[in-house]
């Protein structure tokens, strides 16, 4: 059973920047999908940012420009940088790594989450 581990979130004044990590504990070069996800309060989930294989990546159009996802295979990690911050990104920020199984199914893992919050 593969565990992820978020890590970096907290406090941050608007324009500020913050660096999430998301560490596996087992491989994550076989993995289809690796994504960040954010959830505000009262607000559904929402996708952040995904790399679907080697080169796809996919950004929400609210961090365009100003989050970058990027893996490291060799460190089982995934990071989110995140510059610019606003208010509106405050949330709880979680990652998410999908394989295909053998029989062609997908097995999605999350992390537990780390708090985002964007205010002065």
């Known amino acids: 059973q593969l565990q992820l581990v978020e890590s970096g979130g907290g406090l941050v004044q608007p324009g500020g920047s913050l660096r999430l990590s998301c560490a596996a504990s087992?491989?994550?070069?076989?993995?289809?999908?690796l994504g960040w996800y954010r959830q505000a309060p009262g607000k559904q989930r929402e996708l952040v940012a995904r790399?679907?294989?080697?080169?796809?990546?996919n950004y929400a159009d609210s961090v365009k420009g100003r989050f970058t996802i990027s893996r490291d295979n060799a460190e089982n990690t995934v990071y989110l940088q995140m510059n610019s911050l606003k208010s509106e990104d405050t949330a709880v920020y979680s990652c998410?790594?999908?394989?295909?199984?053998?029989?062609?199914?997908?097995?999605?893992?999350w992390g537990q989450g780390t708090q985002v919050t964007v205010s002065s």
């Open positions: 998410n790594a999908q394989f295909r199984t053998p029989l062609g199914g997908i097995r999605s893992y």
């Open positions: 087992g491989s994550i070069f076989s993995a289809n999908t």
């Open positions: 790399i679907t294989g080697s080169t796809s990546i």
